[in-house]
């Protein structure tokens, strides 16, 4: 199998937020109190969705429609269940880019440029860019397979 060059690799922004824009963000994008927020994300098509309520969303519905179908089951609520890991994802917002969660390098580079802007202040702790390299992601834990 021929691997693609890595400009044909797709990308995902992240962003941490600190603890009042994380709850205000996961309740309201609109809310006035992140409004630089949601200047950016408009601007670049883009949306926020929080990584604790895709996992819990995710587990739901393995849970719904049956866990042997979704092999990220074991690892996912693993992760959900735990206090520590729960506040932590609580935090973390994957941004899709016209409703893709991977997208090009020129869409993440432009966001990622234009949220570097808000971090360190009040609103962004740090944001993250990833490639869609297998090589680059983490592998389910042996023990959740």
Do not use: C
Not at 14 to 23: G, I, N, Q, Y
Not at 61 to 75: D, F, I, N, Q
Not at 86 to 110: I, M, N, P, Q, S
């Amino acid at each position: 199998m021929v691997q693609p060059i890595a400009d044909e690799w797709q990308f995902q922004v992240r962003v941490v937020l600190h603890d009042a824009a994380a709850e205000v963000a996961r309740r309201d994008v609109d809310d006035p109190a992140i409004g630089a927020l949601a200047d950016i994300l408009k601007a670049h098509s883009a949306a926020l969705v929080n990584q604790f309520d895709a996992f819990a969303g995710y587990v739901a519905e393995a849970e719904r429609e049956g866990v042997e179908t979704y092999p990220l089951y074991k690892w996912t609520k693993a992760v959900i269940e735990d206090p520590v890991k729960k506040e932590k994802y609580l935090k973390v917002f994957t941004l899709t880019v016209d409703g893709e969660e991977v997208y090009a390098k020129d869409k993440a580079d432009a966001l990622e440029a234009a949220l570097a802007t808000l971090a360190g202040g009040d609103l962004v702790v740090s944001i993250s860019k990833y490639d869609s390299n297998p090589k680059n992601n983490p592998q389910t834990p042996p023990q959740y397979r």
